[in-house]
């Protein structure tokens, strides 16, 4: 049986996020998982995705490492808690800050991983750095400010 990722924890309510929601059905659903003390996301690029002819465009790039980035901190909050994944109640992050440096062109013609480490779980914040590389070669770094998300974006609240 394969490992459930971090982001197939999340309730379908909070499930609609263009680049990790399993539910968003336009969007990359990503997938993430723990590997020892980093966390991993393979990702392959679609032609659409192109920057320049053979080229990431960088938004996708930041989109990995962003949603990469707020699953590993619902998942190292969890473990901060020592909590199951599929405890109550959720544990969703959003984004407080990102920044992303772009190093190397990334190639688009193979796949994508994106590997997190967790810097910090304080309160209701967690940073988390992460590197995408393709073709065995670092192509861009960023940190990720995640924050556990406020009640005012709860679902129920905007019905």
């Known amino acids: 049986m394969e490992e459930k990722a971090f982001q197939d924890y999340y309730p379908d309510d909070l499930s609609c996020c263009y680049g990790c929601g399993k539910l968003n059905n336009k969007g990359l659903q990503i997938k993430s998982y723990w590997d020892g003390e980093e966390s991993v996301c393979v990702y392959t690029p679609r032609a659409y995705h192109t920057a320049m002819p053979g080229f990431v465009y960088g938004g996708l790039i930041a989109s990995l ?47 994508l991983e994106v590997r997190g480490k967790v810097k910090e779980v304080k309160g209701r914040r967690v940073v988390v750095e992460s590197q995408l590389i393709a073709g065995g070669k670092v192509c861009a770094k960023g940190e990720v400010i995640a924050v556990q998300m406020p009640e005012s974006m709860a679902p129920d609240r905007h019905k």
């Open 65 to 111: 490492i962003d949603c990469h980035s707020t699953g590993t901190a619902a998942a190292a909050k969890y473990k901060a808690e020592n909590r199951a994944m599929d405890t109550l109640p959720p544990l969703r992050f959003v984004t407080a800050s990102l920044h992303v440096d772009y190093l190397l062109p990334t190639p688009i013609d193979g796949p």
